[in-house]
C-alpha cells in the first residue's frame, strides 16, 4: 500500500510500529469486493471444527477454536484485514497524542447487541474495566494492565484510553479477545452462564451450544454493518479427527475443514468438486516445550542436545509434504519483525552427544512425551522419537485427548510436550505472552531477565526500526535458551466445497467466516 500523502492521524498510528497501518475517518468493510454486491443471501454454512472449546466469553477464552466462533458472535474495537493490518472495526476512527499516551476512539454509531441494547462508551469503558478488574480474573488483564492507566467517556460516541506509558502494540491487542465487546447488561445478568451463552454485536448470535458437539449461530437480523452477513446460519460441528473432517467435506457433509493433513493435499487438489486453499507465508510454528524451571529440563545443555538432534528437514519431507519449511526461532517469515540473517539451531548429531555429556547425561536419558492423540500429532511424535534416539534419548509416548491437552500444560500436568502458536499482528501479542517472566501463557516457567527488558523496550517504542531490532536480540537469546524447541514453519491449508465463496486467509489462522457466501 502507497499513499501520496500523509494526514497527521496516518503518522500518529503509523507510530505504533504496524506499517501499513489504515486509519480512516469513515468506516469501510474488512473485506470490500465487487462479487459482494451480487452474493447470495441465506443459507447455513456447516463447518468441520476443532474440538477443545471451553468458554464462549472471550474475556476468558485461552483454547485455540474458541476464537473461531468468537469472531462471529462479537465485534473486536478495532479488526485485522488479510493483510494483518489494522483496521476500523468498532471504533470507525482513532486519534493518537503526541506523546502516545492517550488513544481516542470514534465509536460507531446504532449498534445493538443481540439483547437489544445499544454499544456506545459506556459499554467500551465497562468492557475495558471488567478485564482490568483483578477480581475478575481474565486471562487478557495480563496483556493490558501493564499499559492501560484509565478509560475515560469523553461522550456517547467517544473514549480515551489513557495509557501509563506509551504502548505500541495497543491496537493490535484490541483486534483480539482483549478488544471483543461483550454485553455489559447480559454478562451481568448470566454471571458465569455467560461463556454458554454469549451476548454480543456480531452478526450472528448463539441458538444452541451442545459441548463437544455442536455449535448453532442465526443471522443477527439487527447487524450493524449494512446488507451483512450473508448467511443465515452457521454451524460448528466438533470433528476431532482431521481425516473425520476431511471425508465430512467430500461427502458435503460439512462446507469447509480447516487444520487439513498436508499429506491430503495432492489428491485433493485433483478433486474437482472442492477447492484448496494455503496460507502462504506460513503463520504458525509447531515446537516441543518443557518446564525449564524444574528437573529435568531446567538443565540447558540437556535442552540444547535435544534441539541438535532434531533433524527439520525429514521433519517437513515427511510430515509435511515438503510444503512449509524448517523453523529457526519464534518468528513466522515474512513478517516484518522476522530476521532473515537468523539460522537458529540446526541439526548436529555430534554436537548434541557432546551436549548431552554436558548434561550429566552420558549414558542417555529418558521422559515421558504427552501427545495429543490425533494421527498427525503422533506421526511426528514417532518420527522425533526415532531421531532421538540416534543420541540415546528416548522418549515414552502418551497420548493424550486434544480436547484436554493444553488445559493440562496450563494446569502443570504435563511437561515435555508438543505445542502450536500462530502469530498476531504484533510482535508482542505472542513474544511477550509466551516469553516474557510475566506473560500469560508462560507455561514453561522461563524466566530471562534480559529478555524482559528487550520486550518491553520494544512495547514501549513506536519506531518500526527501532523495535526491529529489540525483537530480533530477543528472538536470538530466546532460540538459545531453548525454553521451546522450534521445529516447523508449517504448512496450512483449508478444503471447502466450490460452493463456498469469499475465503480469504488471515495470517493468525482464525477464520473469519462472516464474510462468507454459498453459491447455488
Request: net charge neutral; hydrophobic share 40%; proline share 7%.
Amino acid at each position: 500500500m502507497t499513499h501520496e500523502r500523509r494526514s497527521p492521524r496516518h503518522v500518529a498510528a503509523r507510530r505504533f510500529g504496524l506499517p501499513l497501518l489504515a486509519v480512516v475517518l469513515a468506516f469501510a468493510a474488512l473485506t470490500s469486493h465487487a462479487d459482494a454486491q451480487a452474493a447470495v443471501r441465506g443459507g447455513a454454512l456447516r463447518i468441520g471444527w476443532i474440538p477443545g472449546a471451553k468458554t464462549l466469553d472471550p474475556h476468558f477464552s485461552v483454547e485455540f477454536p474458541e476464537r473461531h466462533v468468537c469472531y462471529l458472535v462479537f465485534n473486536t474495537l478495532v479488526a485485522l484485514d488479510r493483510g494483518f493490518n489494522v483496521v476500523p472495526e468498532l471504533a470507525r476512527s482513532w486519534q493518537v497524542s503526541p506523546d502516545g499516551k492517550r488513544v481516542t476512539f470514534q465509536l460507531q454509531r446504532g449498534v445493538k447487541f443481540h439483547d437489544g441494547t445499544d454499544f456506545n462508551a459506556d459499554s467500551v469503558k465497562w468492557n475495558i474495566e471488567r478485564i482490568l478488574d483483578p477480581q475478575t480474573k481474565s486471562p487478557q488483564r495480563a496483556q493490558l494492565e501493564p499499559a492501560i492507566a484509565s478509560v475515560a467517556v469523553v461522550d456517547p460516541y467517544t473514549v480515551a484510553v489513557e495509557l501509563k506509558k506509551p504502548f505500541a502494540p495497543l491496537l493490535a491487542a484490541l483486534a483480539e479477545r482483549p478488544g471483543f465487546m461483550v454485553s455489559p447488561g447480559a454478562a451481568q445478568k448470566l454471571g458465569q452462564d455467560f461463556g454458554q451463552r454469549p451476548v454480543g454485536t456480531g452478526p450472528f448470535r448463539v441458538v444452541e451450544w451442545l459441548r463437544d458437539s455442536q455449535v448453532t449461530l442465526e443471522r443477527f437480523p439487527d447487524y450493524w454493518e449494512r446488507g451483512k452477513p450473508y448467511l443465515d446460519r452457521v454451524i460448528y460441528r466438533v470433528v476431532p479427527d482431521p481425516t473425520v473432517r476431511l471425508t465430512m467435506v467430500r461427502t458435503g457433509e460439512v462446507d469447509i475443514a480447516t487444520d487439513v493433513d498436508a499429506k491430503d493435499i495432492p489428491s485433493l487438489r485433483n478433486e474437482t468438486s472442492l477447492r484448496v486453499s494455503e496460507m502462504k507465508p506460513a503463520a504458525r510454528w509447531t515446537a516441543l516445550q518443557w518446564h525449564v524451571d524444574e528437573p529435568p529440563f531446567n538443565n540447558k545443555a540437556l535442552r540444547q542436545a535435544i534441539a541438535l538432534a532434531i533433524d527439520r528437514n525429514e521433519l517437513r519431507d515427511v510430515l509435511l509434504r515438503g510444503f512449509g519449511e524448517p523453523a529457526r526461532g519464534p518468528v513466522s517469515p515474512g513478517l516484518w519483525w522476522s530476521d532473515p540473517s537468523f539460522q537458529g539451531i540446526g541439526h548436529d548429531l555430534e554436537m548434541a552427544k557432546k551436549k548431552l555429556v554436558e548434561a550429566g547425561y552420558p549414558n542417555g536419558f529418558r521422559a515421558r512425551f504427552v501427545v495429543e492423540n490425533t494421527p498427525q500429532w503422533i506421526r511426528q511424535a514417532e518420527l522425533l522419537q526415532a531421531q532421538l534416539q540416534k543420541i540415546n534419548v528416548g522418549m515414552d509416548i502418551e497420548p493424550v485427548n486434544p480436547a484436554d491437552a493444553y488445559s493440562r500444560v496450563l494446569q502443570k500436568k504435563t511437561n515435555w510436550t508438543h505445542a502450536s502458536w500462530t502469530q498476531r499482528a504484533d510482535p508482542n501479542g505472542l513474544l511477550y505472552i509466551l516469553f516474557h517472566s510475566k506473560g500469560l501463557a508462560n507455561t514453561t516457567g522461563y524466566s530471562n531477565p534480559k529478555v524482559d527488558e528487550l520486550l518491553e523496550q520494544a512495547a514501549g517504542t513506536y519506531e518500526v526500526d527501532r523495535r526491529r531490532a529489540l525483537y530480533h536480540s530477543a528472538e536470538r537469546l530466546i532460540t538459545d535458551d531453548v525454553p521451546y524447541v522450534f521445529l516447523n514453519y508449517t504448512a496450512e491449508f483449508a478444503v471447502m466445497s466450490r460452493k463456498v465463496q469469499n475465503w480469504g486467509w488471515i495470517p493468525d489462522l482464525i477464520p473469519r467466516y462472516r464474510d462468507l457466501w454459498l453459491e447455488t
